[in-house]
């Protein structure tokens, strides 16, 4: 099993690019979740999908949309990259949300200059 | 929304020494609580977790202790060896079990 995937590894986009992060999941997960880690910020959810079919905000979803294409893959799309969506982005599952453990992917490392 | 603090943000022991990391919740309906790692350029990796109906849980080296009146809980390791160097996150558990979380993390180094 490959676990959680993400595409691609770097990326580096000019102010007002738009792009999408992959990820994909091979774990039958119901539950998938996009962060962003700044340094000494932690891991904050952006965008948060608990089934196939839904999907919320997380702490800081402004800026992002989502989309759970299926039950394995769950994508983020900047529609116009800011300097202040810098950042490493990872995306995990979980079989379910709540007391399960929740799998990262390898992450993403964006630059918007 | 919940808030989690977490403390010390750098910690160095020698080899062998026990370290303690520490974090605080707001939310007193948070549920479960856990710990991962990061280790340098890689992913975050659960190492213990705790839900609330539980005051401590051990697994070899380290352990987890909760104290739900106070909203705290730790992570504690024991005989640190020089593969214990990372970046430890605790986190809890909210909006119902669905969201986690993140306390800002804690470096700790292990030296020889």
């Known amino acids: 099993n490959a676990g959680v995937t993400q595409t691609p590894k770097f990326q580096v986009l000019k102010t007002g690019q738009s792009m999408t992060l992959q990820c994909a999941q091979d774990?039958?997960?119901?539950?998938m979740y996009w962060y962003r880690q700044d340094p000494g910020m932690g891991l904050r959810l952006i965008y948060y999908s608990a089934s196939e079919g839904t999907t919320d905000k997380g702490e800081v979803p402004n800026g992002y949309n989502v989309s759970r294409l299926n039950k394995r893959e769950f994508s983020l799309r900047l529609e116009s990259a800011a300097p202040s969506q810098t950042s490493v982005y990872f995306c995990?599952?979980?079989?379910?949300?709540?007391?399960?453990?929740?799998?990262f992917g390898p992450g993403t490392r964006l630059t918007v200059t | 929304g919940e808030n989690v603090e977490q403390h010390p943000s750098t910690l160095s022991v020698q080899e062998g020494d026990s370290a303690v990391i520490k974090c605080t919740y707001s939310d007193s309906a948070s549920n479960y609580f856990p710990w991962y790692k990061q280790e340098l350029g890689k992913r975050p990796q659960l190492i213990i977790d705790?839900?609330?109906?539980?005051g401590e849980k051990k697994d070899q080296r380290i352990a987890v202790t909760l104290n739900k009146t106070a909203k705290h809980f730790s992570l504690h390791i024991t005989e640190t060896q020089p593969e214990d160097s990372a970046v430890y996150f605790c986190a809890a558990a909210t909006g119902g079990g669905n969201k986690l979380t993140f306390g800002t993390g804690t470096q700790l180094k292990v030296e020889l």
């Open positions: 995990a599952s979980s079989a379910r949300t709540g007391v399960y453990e929740q799998y």
């Open positions: 774990m039958n997960h119901n539950s």
């Open positions: 705790i839900r609330s109906n539980v």
